[in-house]
């Protein structure tokens, strides 16, 4: 497996949760998880989401890099009774792997058997978002990685694909109809932002505001999580992609 230089790691996590901002029409999504696929060397990815609409009947909405076969084969068999990244994964909060899993109902080892079969990879991620609106969504990952390996990738692929989740069911809803609601920050937020956004260090906005290093790295911490950003640089343009840094007082 391909260890990358952890810069480069950000600026290609950068440029997908940008691509997943600038997305103009589901038909896109496909190419976007292909290019998940690539950059990660996974398996295969899936994104399942329900309520994403007001529409009454509405079925749940799939995207999924997983081969027509196998789509049609987990169909038939109603693998989603017994698939325990679906049954847990949509009710749980934090990222589940899915060797955690009971695998002593014989169902559930068949169900994971055959995906192996089908070429979905020995091991997977699944990752819940839960939207302000009733609205869930699951992301699953999957990979053929070693032992060895996935000790080191699954801590990576934690970290990157909270965010990716994230911002790919925010894409989705928008692009669904749904109204997605504008983070709020705190004055204090929105100024410590605006000094990096001018290119200040965090040691010189806390001189400029009266504050410690620590109290402005604080500020910030909260502001990247609120908006759900990777870095500042991508909190301030996030920021001011919904006209937050104008709202100072």
């Given amino acids: 497996m391909r ?25 896109r999504i496909p190419a976007l998880l292909c290019r998940l696929l690539e950059i990660y060397g996974l398996k295969s990815v899936a994104y399942l989401g329900s309520g994403l609409t007001a529409q009454p009947g509405q079925g749940p909405y799939l995207a999924v890099t997983y081969s027509d076969d196998w789509v049609d084969h987990y169909k038939a068999q109603r693998f989603v009774d017994v698939d325990p990244a679906v049954q847990i994964g949509m009710r749980r909060m934090l990222p589940i792997d899915w060797d955690t899993f009971d695998r002593r109902d014989k169902n559930v080892r068949r169900l994971f058997g055959e995906a192996a079969e089908f070429g979905l990879g020995r091991r997977g991620i699944s990752l819940p978002v839960h939207g302000q609106h009733g609205d869930r969504a699951l992301v699953s990952i999957t990979s053929d990685a070693s032992d060895r390996d996935w000790r080191h990738v699954r801590l990576h692929y934690m970290r990157d694909f909270q965010l990716l989740a994230l911002h790919m069911h925010q894409a989705i809803l928008r692009l669904e109809g749904q109204r997605i609601d504008t983070a709020s920050l705190s004055p204090r937020e929105r ?52 006209s937050l840094l104008s709202q100072l007082p």
């Fill in 191 to 242: 100024e410590c932002l605006l000094w990096v956004a001018e290119g200040k260090t965090a040691w010189e906005t806390a001189v400029i505001l009266g504050l410690s290093e620590h109290t402005v790295r604080c500020y910030l911490e909260s502001a990247r999580h609120k908006l759900g950003a990777a870095n500042n640089t991508h909190a301030v343009n996030k920021a001011g992609k919904a």
């Fill in 3 to 27: 260890r990358r230089d952890r810069h480069d790691d950000d600026l290609e996590l950068f440029e997908l949760l940008a691509n997943l901002e600038e997305l103009a029409e589901t038909a």
